[in-house]
């Protein structure tokens, strides 16, 4: 089943395609991979389909449902996570309060019940601190979640940013480059949360420049270069791929 | 539970006080700490979300006008008055800012410093309003056959618009909105990504500011009983500035009501020198800035003593709070 069906996108900064003319599917359930050179339009498309661009042309449509050109507020709403390249967190805050404040979309009451705090408010603000605890332990956060989050260690600050991700409760969760910059430890370790994500229903795109992880956790991937898709596949015939070899080291002849 | 004894003390002492201090001079001056507060206050709801107003002065003085014109031109009574004061500072705050808002919040402080100047001019240049000489003999609040003459009645007025101003301010923090606001002021594109709309919330956030500038300009204006446009000036806006800045601005309710305090008493205490008031003045102020960039009400995290009260409370309350947090 198509979860997202890109058609036609996209988006020109002056006369620079960053994405041009780009049509992808994303499946129920799987995980995509999104590889390509750097400035090959990879977080472009993350920001085009988080709302934080408007498309210049081209559809994006969501379950069914045309999502193009509305705000990034409106694209969580209808179940579109997403991760920040540079952990973005709010970082005044300890581990625990960043998922719980972050648990915006969750809240059914009224405004006036919340702002009277009645019983049924508080219950709901229980029901959140409980459901936030939940993605802490399943993320291996809970036992930092006093801690600032931005006291954090690099590794531990991106999968924050996950959890943050996971508290709007997406059906498509798309991360930009969620192991880069991590040691071999803590990137095993993000592998086995996204294949955790993965398994409790959650559809993942995940932008990477680390091959070796994307080349393991990825059911299909797609190779962009200069906006283009130039590549669509399992991980190994993508590896084995001419043509993304040429994007990523360039013709045999310059040699 | 000291807290709360702590709590229920203060707020006796206040209701207490004209009881205390029989001494109307003294009496004035926390009407003004209240007053001022709520300006301040008004400051503090806009920069939990980021949003630096330079116009509290204007819409002070939307409230002002809008309650003395209903009163002497219309007979309306004055707690109606009031209220529509609170409303029409509200309706200006809405039409005029959601569109400053739209923009962007550098755009939203260059435009609240403009409408205030305007309002000011036309406060000032129409007839209607009063004239730059102002509006003289406003009446005063009544209920039934009593009338607010004293400073005493004065004082529980102000306590009460206080009051209710803190609640209202406390409960919106406490509730989800609050949470929005809060993340929003951390990092509006994360929290964009959370599902929070970024622009209705701050739009709510100077709304409800601007509805209690109002309501302080209507007390403002039956209290004093005189109106000058000037009186609004661009100085009264960074003044509400101060007061939260002087206060600690992440302190934001009791931020604005400790640096009003501030504000409103050093100058009286540097009566004896009255020369050197406006140096001295200046230089504690700048003081106060470099030294105690959180505030005065982070002294008790500064100084290590106090810090330790701190840990044994949280220790009492079983919050791990370490140091290290604390000193954040």
Redesign the interface.
Known sequence: MTLLEVRGLSKYFGGLAAVDQLDLDVFAGEILGLIGPNGAGKTTFFNLI?G?YRPMRGKIIFEGEDITGL???QI??RGI??S?QLA???????VFDNV??????D?GGG?LG????TRA?RGE?QAIREKTLEILEVMGLAPLK?E?AG?LPHGYQKILGVS??L??NPRLLLLDEPVTGMNPTEALEMVHLITNIRDKGITLVVVEHNMRTIMEISDRIIALDYGKKIAEGLPHEISENEKVIEAYLGKEEEW | MPEKILKAAGGLVLVALPFIVRNDYYLHLMNCIFMYSMLGMGFSIMWKNRLITCGQAGFWAVGAYTSTLLVMNAGVPFWLALLAAGIASALVALLTLSIALKAGPLQFFAITLVISFIIMQVLGVVEFFGGWHGIFGIPRPTIGSFVFLSKTSYYYLALFLLSANVFIFY??Y????G??W??IG??A??????????YRYRLAATVIGCFFAGICGSFYAHYQTVLVPTTFSFQCSIFAQMYALIGGLSYYIAGPIAGAAVMVLLPELLRPVAEFQPIIYGVLLILIVVFLPRGILSIPQRFPVVRGFAQIGAKLKG???SI??LR?
């Open positions: 988080s934080f705000k990034p507020h969580a709403k996570g997403r920040f973005t967190l709010f970082r005044g805050l300890t719980f404040i972050g648990f915006h979309l809240y405004v919340q702002f009277l705090h408010a603000e006093y600032l006291n943050l991700a508290a709007t | 409960a919106l406490r509730s989800r909105i949470r929005a809060t993340a951390l990092s594109s994360l929290a964009e990504m959370q599902g929070i709309d970024v919050l791990p709070i290290k947090n954040k």
